[in-house]
């Protein structure tokens, strides 16, 4: 027989793209996620099409798998990491994403993301944080600043509220970063970052709400303030931003300032230079909480990436180990075996 020549099919964002009206309020965050994700996915030469699957829990960010033209599961409340749990662990071929809110991920769904981040499972979880609940129309959520009025908090919220980057260093995630919903080619960036990770991988991407929490990011997304309030971490460059480029972050006693490294005796010699592979998660876990501090710049980008065995991976050695030592398996034989009897 000759040979045939297979000729590589480039695809685009259309490839991604389904026929399903996309229903989100005008202006909403969410479209510049899909709209990058979308992008991006032709690019990843490492994952064929036919083998991502996306999972979704309750909310506005959980129609995504409607949007997008891989195979997809639209679970219930909370419960994403653990469906899509198991559709890696039983097929470990396939690349598995999650799209989640902060409501559907860190209330109802907070335990099974801590495991998720824990177990180290080869997930890539996209986290739509607004700090509200849409979809039911403006509760306040579990990222929700304290203090902030909604529907369910009249008077103000009492609630002390989730850091999810924090919250999943402290889970022991191997890749967790930040992005946001106005810096497209940033998010393009961390998406890409993600895929290549082999691990549980969490992107916080700040989305804004236009209808129930509109501007809730606007200092870092202001043109007048977000250079003094955005800082852009990235591996083994010192942590510097302002529209100067003249701040920096210096850490002494695991405590963070702000200083000026063109004034007195200040220095960009010292200021902090990041290390996303550090296996120390403390300089990690003191940049997730640097906007506890009034004035203090909201970092964006991979606050920490590290290589551990994943759950799906160990899974399938142990069978393979088993299956070795044991041979192969004989569902009748278990299943006839031990106390059994016959019904006449």
Same mark, same amino acid.
């Given at each position: 027989?000759?040979?045939?020549?297979?000729?590589? =099919?480039?695809?685009?964002?259309?490839?991604?793209?389904?026929?399903?009206?996309?229903?989100?309020? !005008?202006?909403?965050?969410?479209?510049?996620?899909?709209?990058?994700?979308q992008r991006t996915f032709p690019d990843?030469?490492?994952?064929?099409?036919?083998? =991502?699957?996306?999972?979704? @829990?309750?909310?506005?960010?959980?129609?995504?798998?409607?949007?997008?033209?891989?195979?997809?599961?639209?679970?219930?409340? @909370? &419960?994403?990491?653990?469906?899509?749990? +198991?559709?890696?662990?039983?097929?470990?071929?396939?690349?598995?994403?999650?799209?989640?809110?902060?409501?559907?991920?860190?209330? =109802? +769904?907070?335990?099974? /993301?801590?495991?998720?981040?824990?177990?180290?499972?080869?997930?890539?979880?996209?986290?739509?944080?607004?700090?509200?609940?849409?979809?039911?129309? +403006?509760?306040?959520?579990?990222? #929700?600043?304290?203090? *902030?009025?909604?529907?369910? #908090?009249?008077? +103000?919220?009492?609630?002390?509220?989730?850091?999810?980057?924090?919250? $999943?260093?402290?889970?022991? $995630?191997?890749?967790?970063?930040?992005?946001?919903?106005?810096?497209?080619?940033?998010?393009?960036? *961390?998406? &890409?970052?993600?895929?290549?990770?082999?691990?549980?991988?969490?992107?916080?991407?700040?989305?804004?709400?236009?209808? /129930?929490?509109?501007?809730?990011?606007?200092?870092? #997304?202001?043109?007048?303030?977000?250079?003094?309030?955005?800082?852009?971490?990235?591996?083994?460059?010192?942590?510097?931003?302002?529209?100067?480029?003249?701040?920096?972050?210096?850490?002494?006693?695991?405590? !963070?300032?702000?200083?000026?490294?063109? %004034?007195?005796?200040?220095?960009?010699?010292?200021?902090?230079?990041?290390? %996303? /592979?550090?296996?120390? $998660?403390? &300089?990690?876990?003191?940049?997730?909480?640097?906007?506890?501090?009034?004035?203090? !710049?909201? !970092?964006?980008?991979? /606050?920490?990436?590290?290589? &551990?065995?994943?759950?799906?991976?160990? *899974?399938?050695?142990?069978?393979?180990?088993?299956?070795? *030592?044991?041979?192969?398996?004989?569902l009748e034989r278990v299943l006839f075996s031990g106390n059994?009897?016959?019904?006449?």
């Amino acid at each position: 027989m000759a040979d045939i020549e297979v000729k590589e =099919i480039k695809l685009t964002a259309k490839d991604f793209a389904t026929d399903q009206d996309v229903r989100w309020c !005008p202006g909403c965050g969410d479209y510049s996620i899909l709209a990058q994700v979308q992008r991006t996915f032709p690019d990843l030469i490492n994952i064929k099409k036919e083998n =991502i699957v996306w999972v979704s @829990g309750i909310g506005c960010s959980s129609r995504f798998p409607y949007y997008m033209d891989t195979y997809g599961f639209h679970g219930i409340h @909370g &419960r994403a990491p653990a469906i899509a749990t +198991g559709v890696k662990a039983a097929n470990p071929e396939l690349s598995v994403w999650v799209a989640t809110g902060d409501g559907d991920l860190l209330s =109802i +769904g907070g335990n099974h /993301f801590i495991h998720a981040c824990r177990k180290n499972i080869d997930l890539k979880v996209l986290l739509f944080n607004n700090k509200i609940y849409g979809l039911t129309k +403006g509760q306040y959520s579990p990222t #929700s600043d304290k203090g *902030m009025k909604t529907k369910t #908090s009249p008077y +103000g919220s009492i609630d002390f509220p989730f850091n999810p980057v924090s919250l $999943a260093l402290g889970s022991e $995630a191997t890749f967790v970063a930040r992005t946001m919903d106005r810096d497209p080619k940033h998010m393009q960036q *961390m998406i &890409r970052r993600a895929a290549d990770h082999k691990g549980l991988a969490l992107i916080e991407i700040l989305q804004n709400c236009v209808i /129930f929490n509109d501007g809730v990011f606007d200092a870092i #997304s202001d043109k007048a303030t977000k250079d003094d309030m955005l800082l852009y971490i990235e591996h083994d460059k010192p942590l510097i931003f302002g529209k100067n480029k003249d701040k920096g972050i210096k850490v002494d006693n695991a405590y !963070p300032t702000i200083i000026n490294i063109n %004034e007195g005796s200040n220095s960009i010699n010292d200021v902090l230079v990041h290390n %996303e /592979f550090d296996t120390s $998660a403390a &300089r990690a876990t003191i940049l997730a909480h640097l906007t506890d501090h009034p004035g203090f !710049p909201t !970092p964006m980008g991979i /606050f920490r990436q590290i290589s &551990r065995p994943t759950l799906d991976g160990e *899974m399938q050695k142990q069978i393979e180990d088993v299956t070795v *030592m044991k041979g192969k398996g004989d569902l009748e034989r278990v299943l006839f075996s031990g106390n059994t009897w016959e019904v006449n």
